[in-house]
């Protein structure tokens, strides 16, 4: 089945450092990737769409100057948190989707800005 | 636009008993519903989704869920719960392929032994 692999799981930064992660489709080619943000005990708020080779689309609210997604290939989607601060620190977990199958999420990485 | 409203934020039920998470969704075109778990800081398992195809889903895990235009809700059963069941739930709708999916605020799903 198509998985998706994202690195780091976890991972603690300095305040004002920057930190990226990599979302890969191991098993075929995700045309459009998400970028979710989840706080504790609540859902997931969208925070980008990226389609390969296009500019991501960034909901209203997000910083796209914060959040640099990148999405140069069908297969590598990355999410760069830019001079990070402790407000940042959260969940975020990527989804890919393929055409007409769906969307399959990676397992998430854990973001602590100190 | 599209929306879904999950109904209880905490459901808790005894082991071996029937599971009902309820969601509604609002869309302005036919949906594509999903039902997802999550497991603690881990990402979201696919239980099911309904593409206008059958409107009875059977899903992973002996769950399933059923279309109801009339009633625009999508709830999801299982008729007996494990204690693996245990877990945040997530209904989720989207108004065409590959669109981005919009979620519900969550069920926590509580087994009692």
């Known amino acids: 089945g198509a998985v998706v692999s994202q690195h780091p799981s976890w991972v603690i930064c300095k305040s004002g450092t920057s930190v990226k992660i990599e979302c890969r489709s191991l098993d075929f080619q995700a045309t459009t990737m998400f970028w979710y943000r989840q706080f504790p005990k609540q859902s997931l708020m969208l925070m980008a769409t990226?389609?390969?080779?296009?500019?991501?689309?960034?909901e209203q609210g997000v910083e796209k100057d914060k959040f640099l997604i990148n999405h140069a290939s069908l297969t590598l989607s990355t999410l760069t948190v830019t001079s990070a601060h402790p407000e940042d620190s959260s969940f975020y977990i990527c989804?890919?989707?393929?055409?007409?199958?769906?969307?399959?999420f990676g397992s998430g990485t854990r973001l602590t800005v100190v | 636009a599209q929306s879904v409203t999950q109904l209880g934020s905490h459901v808790s039920v005894s082991e071996g008993a029937l599971v009902l998470l309820r969601c509604n969704y609002s869309?302005?075109?036919?949906?594509?519903l999903f039902w997802y778990v999550q497991y603690p800081n881990q990402g979201l398992q696919l239980l099911l989704k309904y593409t206008s195809a059958a409107t009875l889903v059977k899903g992973i895990n002996g769950f399933e869920a059923e279309f109801k235009k009339s009633e625009t809700s999508f709830h999801l059963t299982k008729p007996s719960a494990h204690m693996s069941d245990a877990a945040e739930y997530f209904c989720?709708?989207?108004?065409?392929?590959?669109?981005?999916?919009?979620f519900g605020t969550g069920t926590r799903l509580t087994i009692i032994p």
């Open positions: 989804s890919a989707s393929w055409d007409g199958h769906g969307y399959t």
């Open positions: 869309s302005s075109v036919p949906p594509y």
């Open positions: 989720a709708v989207s108004g065409e392929r590959n669109e981005k999916l919009t």
């Open positions: 990226s389609n390969e080779g296009s500019k991501a689309t960034y």
